[in-house]
């Protein structure tokens, strides 16, 4: 020690003590944060480092110190004199192993990571012993846990590698950890059985002696020095854990002895005296389950999966035994991980354990029945549930037969969860009003998941399963019906003691739910035919009766009108009513399947939906929906003429433009209703009928349309403003139009005749829309819903508006456009950008005066003024580049002339190699950078759209081929793409942009691996760097490659030349991919090392 390393020593605990412990300005943090920086950037500072983490006490001092000694070992390691690593190597390790039970957690996993920073570089040539430390750290009793420590670090740093390594770097890491596998393993189970098969003392209520005892005063000191020394066993538990944890995640499956399995098992059978305790199950069941995240399982692993279900099992039984009483305290957080690992186990290998001899599903099964009876909380029922369904899902059509007794008997044990007259006590905690990220209560969720298993359930015993629903429904049921004759109807109150009020609200709830239930299977049973079918036929015509009978009540009395003392019974009755009603337009399909019973019931049904609907500002919101959804479905199924010589409905009809109902829902659902009676085909008819439905559409939409048709066309808007018109303006656009957008959406794949009589309905709502628009369109609310009007007019009715009518309306488009871009408005843009990508996709050459108009609007007038804007309207980049997408893909001839007008046979394909002369080269040059702009874009959406379109219409139409694409973009496309790659700014397309890649490259190989080589992404990126390469290989290999690494900042000579000829040059394009992905890293790391290295030095 010298006097200037003591003197720094103590200024720096001074300065650290300052910026900690006191309270300083921020001024002062920021002077003492220069000073630090300083001193750790001096040459040689590492060197005081070594001397203040072997000489203070400080913890803040010892951070500082290892972290600048980390920046000296990730940066100038190689610059280094070999003298100077060598003491830095033993110092840190000797330091390391020094460390007692009293050092921080944060300064010993510091100390271990920089003893693997450097083994990253130096073992084994220069650093042999540091995996043989690790192994001797691991057999020492005293030192184990530094050892496990070590070794998780090692794993977690050199199997996850920084980019400061190359590829064959990376390898051999790899290569040298995996060697050491099995007896890494061998270790870790007697280190695991060791500690899991010591006895665990239950806690004891006798209290330990007091210090003051004289027992216990001689050795209190003793007793105190070795404690600082004595490891804590859960402290190696844990680490063990979690380093048998890590190294699951990367070993070779095959390589991992069946024994490790027991060893972890161990560890989940801990009794929960101590809230650590819990923490060491879930640790122990998070390194199970590392194993069943492996989705490669190699020949020879099987024995591993056996032996963990055998474990599973028994650890169910433990768990379910009644003497153990662990069930009554099992937490939420062990059985979500228990239920992961039984639905992986489940879903991955099912298959494997069925082909088992000592396996036995039906042991299997009634320990998941019993844990999903008895366990008590709903978070754990429901991870049972899912258990349930991952085994379903796998059974194989051929071994039902198997399981049917099982999974039918676990039919009762969900239903009784799920009725409040077997479960109330569990059930009433349920939450049913606050609302997840799914929009669903907790309820909801639970009925949702228990019905859902009930399907599943249903699909290998549908006739059964509908069975043992009946019977609690029909319970249920009766008492509802029988409630009528309890109606005072004078009072308009129930006739029921306080004491039965509790009982009727458990009914209704298990009647909404057993309704669900029902309506739920309704599916399993419309398939003509089959023998379960014919089975249930009788059961499912009574029960259709039952529920028409049970919905009919509100025609002569709406129990959720009634004056109720308890407020629950209010929602219990809509949700009742709602419920009946929406079981009833799941069943209508199997009534209309039989013409007799659709004519005896089809009164009933219209009768049941429209009594709400005609009343429904008296309804309640989720009754009228439910009715609206009903008329829906009577109105699609059945053939209109039926339905119009009801003079209910048409009296509806007349009605319902008018009646205004809570939800716009609600409101588009009776209006596509309405236009499935009116519009859709009604076969033969006279001229008398054809003119009364003519008239009947037209009155319809008139009057749906009224408002709208009345906004005035012109008007001063600063008067607007004024009179608050401009927002009676907005109410009645967004009323109105997004109705209409609907109803036209849903009409999208009716005949052509029908489509007709639609926009005959819709005409001078769609001409008054093109009036507006100029007018309004400076109104983003008031446009967007106009665009977006049109957008599903164009979409579904283009050929009824016909040529003249569908040009108008584009040039209305183009002309607005054209102004609001001038004045740089966005608003909309997407919207209309769409409308003309419709244009440009219809089929035949009327719009194709168009193409010119469109091109300029695009090139000239949006794209300057979006490019600016790109990070915030990546909507609109997007609508843009799809609409020059279809451009190209549908209007190619626009810019080549096809290969019949050439003189070719008509079936000469255009992505065969012709003429290569563009008519419109400078548009198509402007279109093509558009594309190649927004892969300089940061939102992956964009960059991916670009991309995937560009591959497009590579494929379709051979562009990478075209002469104009490869004298003028092919080599700025390919230094984009492995820019980007090197970058790691798109690493989700990685494979994309590899691909890419390659089809540029294979224009000309040569001239690729010769010239182009710069940075390289994801998936869809390496596509694309292929299909650009694959356009010439020779060129991409001889001339790309060379210059692309000859503009590559940081780069040595010899390193060029290395990274050159390591580009092996194969053409096909799983191993160009991978020579590419090598590529990229290699030029990363060394870019990466060089920048690092002081002046002078090289990686």
């Known amino acids: ?193 060791n500690l899991g098969n010591k006895p665990r003392h239950k806690a004891t209520a006798t209290p330990p002696p007091s210090p003051t005892h004289p027992s216990s005063q001689p050795n209190l000191a003793q007793q105190i020095s070795a404690a600082s020394f004595r490891t804590d066993p859960k402290a190696i538990i844990r680490e063990g854990l979690a380093t048998v944890q890590h190294l699951l995640s990367w070993s070779q499956l095959n390589q991992v002895p069946v024994q490790i399995i027991s060893a972890i ?101 009634s320990l998941l029945f019993e844990l999903t009876i008895r366990l008590p909380s709903l978070p754990c029922y429901l991870r049972c549930l899912a258990v349930w369904a991952a085994f379903i899902k796998q059974i194989k059509p051929q071994n039902a037969h198997r399981y049917s007794e099982a999974l039918q008997s676990l039919i009762p044990a969900v239903l009784n969860k799920m009725q409040f007259t ?159 009603v929406a079981a009833l337009k799941t069943w209508c399909t199997w009534l209309f399947l039989n013409g007799e019973r659709n004519n005896r019931y089809l009164k009933d049904l219209i009768e049941i939906s429209l009594r709400h609907l005609q009343s429904a500002h008296e309804e309640p919101p989720k009754v009228c929906h439910a009715a609206a959804h009903l008329f829906l479905t009577v109105s699609s199924a059945v053939f209109p003429p039926s339905l119009i010589t009801l003079p209910s409905v048409v009296d509806y009809i007349q009605l319902a433009p008018k009646i205004k109902y809570y939800s716009r829902e609600t409101h588009q659902v009776v209006i596509s209703a309405c236009c499935n009676i009116l519009v859709r085909p009604w076969g033969e008819l006279s001229q008398l009928d054809s003119q009364k439905r003519n008239i009947w559409i037209t009155s319809f939409f008139d009057l749906l349309t009224r408002d709208f048709r009345d906004l005035m066309q012109n008007g001063d808007f600063r008067d607007l403003m004024q009179n608050g018109d401009v927002n009676k303006m907005k109410d009645i656009v967004t009323n109105t139009l997004p109705i209409l957008s609907n109803v036209i959406d849903y009409c999208k794949n009716y005949p052509s005749s029908s489509k007709k009589l639609l926009y005959m309905g819709l005409k001078s709502c769609i001409d008054h829309g093109l009036l507006l628009f100029p007018t309004y369109s400076r109104y983003e609310e008031i446009s967007d819903n106009i665009l977006t009007f049109f957008l599903n007019v164009l979409g579904v009715l283009q050929q009824q508006m016909g040529i003249d009518a569908t040009k108008h309306a584009v040039e209305v488009f183009l002309q607005v456009a054209v102004s609001e871009q001038q004045s740089k408005n966005l608003s909309s843009l997407d919207k209309l950008l769409q409308i003309l990508q419709l244009i440009v996709e219809a089929p035949g050459n009327s719009y194709k005066s168009f193409l010119p108009g469109i091109l300029q609007l695009c090139l000239q007038n949006v794209y300057p ?45 255009d992505t065969l190699q012709g003429p290569d002369n563009p ?58 793409l492995i820019q980007t790659l090197l970058d790691k700014t798109h690493n989700l397309l990685t494979e994309d942009i590899l691909q890419a890649i390659y089809n540029l490259a294979a224009v000309n190989f040569s001239i690729f691996f010769s010239t182009f080589l710069h940075n390289l992404l994801t ?81």
């Open 919 to 976: 008519q419109q080269p400078e548009q198509l040059l402007a279109v093509l950078r558009v594309f190649g702009q927004s892969l300089l874009q940061p939102d992956i959406n964009i960059f991916k759209t670009s991309l995937n379109s560009l591959e497009d219409l590579n494929s379709k139409w051979k562009l990478y081929h075209k002469a104009l694409f490869q004298d003028q973009l092919l080599s700025q496309f390919l230094t984009v």
């Open 865 to 909: 003024v979006l490019i600016c804007q790109a990070n915030k309207q990546p909507d609109v980049i997007i609508a843009l580049l799809r609409l020059l997408y279809s451009m190209l893909l549908y209007r190619w001839n626009y810019f080549y002339i096809s290969q019949v007008r050439l003189g070719h046979s008509p079936g000469c394909s």
């Open 422 to 580: 077997c479960n109330y006590f569990q059930l009433s905690s349920i939450n049913d009003e606050d609302l997840d990220e799914d929009n669903e209560t907790e309820w909801q969720l639970f009925l949702k998941t228990s019905i859902e298993l009930i399907a599943m359930v249903a699909e290998f015993a549908p006739h059964e399963t509908f069975n043992q629903i009946l019977i609690p429904w029909k319970k249920s049921n009766d008492v509802y019906c029988m409630l009528q004759n309890a109606v005072n109807h004078v009072s308009l109150t129930l006739k029921l003691e306080y004491s039965e009020t509790q009982r009727l609200h458990c009914i209704l709830r298990d009647l909404s739910s057993l309704t669900q239930a029902l309506a739920r299977l309704s599916t399993l049973f419309i398939e003509q035919g089959q023998g379960y079918t014919k089975l249930s036929a009788s059961s499912i015509d009574n029960l259709i009766i039952q529920m028409i009978e049970s919905a009919s009540i509100a025609k002569h009395i709406k129990y959720y009108h009634l004056k109720l003392d308890d407020s629950r019974l209010v929602d219990d009755f809509t949700e009742v009513q709602s419920q009946l």
């Open 1019 to 1099: 998936e869809d990126i390496l596509q694309a760097i292929y299909n650009l390469a694959a356009v010439n290989f020779s060129i991409f290999f001889s001339t790309f490659l060379p210059n692309f690494l000859r503009n590559t900042d940081c780069l040595t000579q010899e390193q060029y030349e290395s990274l050159q000829q390591n580009f092996k040059k194969d053409t096909d394009m799983p191993t160009f991919v991978q020579n590419l992905q090598r590529f990229v890293n290699d030029v990363s790391c060394y870019r990466t090392c060089n920048s690092s290295l002081p002046s002078g030095n090289i990686f």
């Open 265 to 365: 098992f161990n560890f989940t059978h801990v009794s929960s005296y101590a809230q650590d305790d819990d923490d060491m199950c879930l640790l122990a069941m998070s390194t199970l389950n590392e194993i069943l995240y492996r989705k490669c399982v190699p020949p020879g692993s099987q024995p591993l999966f056996i032996q963990l279900y055998h474990n599973t099992v028994q650890l169910m039984k433990d768990i379910a035994c009644s003497s153990s009483g662990r069930i009554e305290t099992l937490s939420s957080d062990f059985m979500e991980k228990l239920s992961e690992l039984l639905c992986l186990l489940m879903e991955q290998h099912l298959w494997r354990l069925e082909a088992e001899p000592g396996f036995s599903a039906l042991e299997f099964l």
């Open 1 to 193: 020690m010298t006097h200037t390393e003591y003197d720094t020593l103590v200024a720096l605990e001074h300065l650290m003590d300052e910026f900690y412990v006191r309270n300083i300005s921020n001024g002062r943090k920021h002077e003492i944060e220069t000073q630090l920086n300083n001193f750790s950037n001096q040459k040689d500072a590492w060197k005081f480092c070594v001397y203040f983490i072997t000489n203070t006490s400080s913890q803040y001092v010892s951070m500082y110190a290892l972290s600048t000694i980390e920046s000296v070992i990730n940066r100038q390691w190689y610059s280094l004199e070999w003298d100077n690593r060598t003491q830095l190597k033993s110092t840190l390790y000797n330091f390391y192993v020094e460390q007692d039970n009293t050092t921080s957690n944060f300064i010993r996993n510091k100390l271990a990571k920089l003893i693997v920073d450097i083994a990253r570089y130096d073992w084994p040539q220069f650093y042999p012993e540091f995996f043989s430390n690790i192994l001797q750290l691991l057999k020492s009793d005293r030192l184990q846990l530094l050892g496990l420590i070590l070794l998780r670090t090692t794993s977690e740093e050199l199997m996850n590698p920084r980019p400061d390594l190359n590829s064959y770097r990376k390898e051999e890491l790899t290569r040298l950890l995996q060697q050491y596998i099995p007896q890494v393993f061998q270790i870790l189970i007697s280190i695991l059985d």
